[in-house]
């Protein structure tokens, strides 16, 4: 049977953080305000009223994290880069005391032979730019555009490939649909035109990083979406919620359009705001790989009544994580399939940018490594049925921020003390680091006759 140990040879080992998530230092060395720090002022917005002031305080503790980063093997680490440290108010020349803080740890990284993997965008836009519209407004997807270009003027020449968006998807629901996340507004289908903007800056940017020779990513959130039940309602309702969640982001990337979203009342300009000549720019010329953040499938049933064309249903008889999230490894594969199923040759390489699960506060956190084995074992799989896939980032390396949850919901290999900053690898670090090894030295190995 095809498992973890059979992931192709060259394949690449990670771990993903955040910016905002892990950082701190909120008003160190120039940084501006980010969305997120105004979020979390808004009473009760952030459980228990936490925010991402000290986070992990990454910034001053880089050098242990790059430690344990070694300790593991890892290939790549992929964090992203606060635009607000590089442009405070979101436009204007570089910070360079904020950019600064990334090349020491570019430099940090490369030294300990891991190959960094930097998110332009997750989540923490410049509080000015939301001031004048934030990502409803088209002018900041040029913004985006001028601060990629810093970034990639500064640290280029020793990185290689970009992620542009982290889950713009998350993004547009939860930050300007729902209001879960910063900025917080609730806009519902109103906030659509976020979606495109968010498109557009990543096909602004995209041309920005290949212009000096860089590649270019982006990460999304994607879920195998499967209908409650066989019935047509159920499945209308499975397909115009699979439109919203996984083809907005990833058919005007791969496809050059936008999908169906006639089940909301929306045309094809997204409410005015698709202009032409956009999505020639956003899916032209070809990405160099797709990141997947994979976490869970969603099942949708019809909606009981008006509103949203679609209801979620629950996944029932599965184990569930300390967030209450199912836990379906096989959905990995099945989603991997469809994709190829759906784009067929425009797919790009694949690369799993995040994919992980809170545990409660434990060291000997086997529900962790469980999940990790499994879903690596469905990735596995999706690569013996032809699937590229070039490497796995698991979300995350260190307790982190949790956004709206706080510090509630622990996803790290190590745990964080968030009163000492001490952090203490789990059982899952030692499991990782010996799996990296393990798979290193197969790789290395002669094939046996016969043998995987
Ligand atoms: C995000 C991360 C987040 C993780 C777990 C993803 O949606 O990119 O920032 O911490 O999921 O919720």
């Known amino acids: 049977m095809t498992d973890r140990h059979d992931l192709p040879a060259g394949f690449r080992w990670g771990v993903s953080t955040a910016a905002y998530q892990i950082e701190g230092a909120a008003d160190e060395d120039g940084r501006g305000r980010s969305v997120w720090d105004a979020f979390c002022e808004r009473p009760g917005a952030v ?7 000290t986070a992990c305080d990454h910034y001053h503790r880089w050098r242990e994290d790059v430690e344990l980063m070694r300790e593991l093997g890892l290939d790549g680490y992929r964090f992203s ?33 891991i190959t960094p993997l930097p998110t332009l965008f997750h989540w923490d836009l410049p509080q000015a730019l939301e001031d004048t519209g934030g990502w409803l407004r088209r002018d900041t997807a040029h913004r985006f555009a001028e601060y990629a270009a810093l970034a990639a003027d500064r640290l280029g020449d020793r990185v290689p490939a970009w992620i542009t968006l982290n889950e713009p998807f998350v993004h547009l629901v939860y930050g300007y649909a ?13 906030a659509l035109p976020a979606a495109h903007h968010q498109l557009l800056a990543h096909g602004l940017a995209a041309a920005e990083l290949r212009a000096r020779g860089l590649d270019v990513l982006i990460a999304n959130n994607l879920t195998p979406v499967r209908p409650a039940s066989d019935a047509p309602a159920d499945r209308a309702a499975a397909a115009a919620y699979d439109a919203l ?49 994979y976490y869970n499938p969603t ?30 490894p096989e959905g990995l594969h099945e989603l991997l399939l469809t994709l190829r199923e759906r784009y067929g040759a425009a797919l790009p390489p694949v690369t799993v940018t995040e994919n992980g699960c809170s545990t409660d506060d434990t060291l ?35 307790d982190n921020f949790e956004w709206a949850e706080g510090y509630s919901q622990r996803f790290g290999l190590v745990h964080v003390d968030f009163a000492t900053q001490r952090r203490t690898p789990k059982a899952s670090f030692a499991w990782y680091r010996d799996l990296i090894a393990a798979h290193r030295a197969a790789s290395a190995a002669p094939r046996p006759a016969g043998g995987r």
């Open 245 to 293: 969640h996984n083809r907005l982001f990833t058919d005007p990337l791969l496809l050059g359009r936008y999908p169906d979203l006639s089940a909301y009342g929306v045309g094809p300009d997204l409410h005015g705001a698709v202009r032409d000549g956009d999505l020639a720019l956003i899916s032209a010329p070809a990405l160099a790989g797709l990141g997947v953040n």
């Open 47 to 53: 459980k228990n009223g936490d925010s991402g002031r």
């Open 364 to 398: 000997d956190d086997t529900f962790r490594t469980d999940y990790l084995a499994a879903h690596l074992d469905a990735l596995a799989r999706a690569t013996a049925d032809g699937i590229d896939v070039r490497g796995y980032y698991t979300w995350s390396l260190l």
């Open 81 to 113: 880069i606060a635009w607000p440290r590089v442009q405070p108010t979101g436009r204007g020349p570089a910070n360079t005391a904020g950019l600064d803080f990334y090349d020491r740890l570019v430099d940090g990284l490369l030294a300990a032979g």
């Open 178 to 190: 729902l209001g879960i996340h910063a900025p917080g507004r609730a806009l519902l289908l109103d």
């Open 299 to 328: 099942r949708i049933a019809a909606p009981a009544g008006p509103g949203l064309p679609f209801a979620e249903a629950p996944i029932d008889g599965v184990p569930r994580t300390h967030f209450d999230w199912p836990v379906v």
